[in-house]
């Protein structure tokens, strides 16, 4: 008897992850769609701060999102994510990258991080390009943000900026 309550108990709690795991992947999916749906690119060829501000909104209301791996496509949207998974940068495109990149383009980033137990957000003003990468430098807390700014004009121009953010009392600095 006490096999068969073992087996049992062992067969719903690998049920109740199985179910978690999908969950969560289901959550990630609603999150991808109802982003690219607020993200359709506009006639206009740029995005208004309106919207953008509605997308970071959006982002701020779902802390759960900094675990989802975002294997689907997010288009005008560029996701960084740190190597140890507590710092990623939307950078949302306001005209340029898969737009026309011939004018250069302009970008709004957006970061997610996660201090103890919160999830924080901070807009971040100094980045005009998109964050391609960013790299958890040690345990103190430190990141190493790389942005990526280009444009096509008489031939193509670009370059890449590293700033450097410490995690420290649930502020980003």
Known sequence: M???NKKYIWLLVTLFLISCG????LREHIFIEELNQKLEWPEGGSYSDELMNSVFDFITRN?????????????HVKIATSNDGNVRAYSLEKYGFEGN??????C???LQYRSGD??????VKNFNGFITHIHHVDS??????????????????EHTTLYVYKIDN???H
């Open 2 to 4: 006490k096999t068969t």
């Open 22 to 25: 999908q969950n969560t992947s």
């Open 63 to 75: 802390p759960n999102s900094l675990d989802y791996k975002f294997n689907e496509a997010t288009p």
């Open 101 to 106: 990149p011939s004018l250069g383009f302009s």
């Open 108 to 110: 709004r980033t957006l």
């Open 118 to 123: 919160a999830v924080s957000y901070k807009e």
């Open 140 to 157: 103190n807390k430190f990141y190493l943000l790389r942005d990526w700014q280009g444009r096509i004009c008489q031939g193509t121009h």
């Open 170 to 172: 649930n502020n980003l």
